[in-house]
């Protein structure tokens, strides 16, 4: 079992930053990690995953350039730095975990956390 909890929403003006965190319990292990997000009234989407070792990312085209994912294994935790934010980021911002490689889609993760919410005003 995994558990994931993320941490570090919240409302910021457009251009402005925040970091995301997502710390996991249990056997994390190989896993690679994820961000999604959902905006209200849409499908959650991909944003960003990176392998177990951290020598790989990925990331959505609507991101690519502005945010940045890492981790550090030896405290268990992704993290999601997100600068020159926009109003359409706004969403909630949920950490996932997977055994694939780079998964980019919902159904290869098996362990969700709760989300956070990411508030950009313009």
């Known amino acids: 079992q995994v558990q994931l909890v993320e941490s570090g929403g919240g409302l910021v003006q457009a251009g402005g930053s925040l970091r995301l965190s997502c710390a996991a319990s249990g056997r994390t292990r190989n896993y690679a990690m994820g961000w999604f997000r959902q905006a209200p009234g849409k499908e959650r989407e991909f944003v960003s995953a990176?392998?177990?070792?951290?020598?790989?990312?990925n990331y959505a085209d609507s991101v690519k350039g502005r945010f940045t994912i890492s981790r550090d294994n030896a405290k268990n935790t992704v993290y999601l730095q997100m600068n020159s934010l926009k109003p359409e980021d706004t969403a909630v911002y949920y950490c996932?975990?997977?055994?694939?490689?780079?998964?980019?889609?919902?159904?290869?993760?098996?362990?969700w956390g709760q989300g956070t919410q990411v508030t950009v005003s313009s």
């Open positions: 996932a975990a997977s055994k694939y490689q780079l998964p980019d889609f919902e159904y290869k993760y098996d362990y």
């Open positions: 990176i392998s177990w070792s951290g020598g790989s990312t």
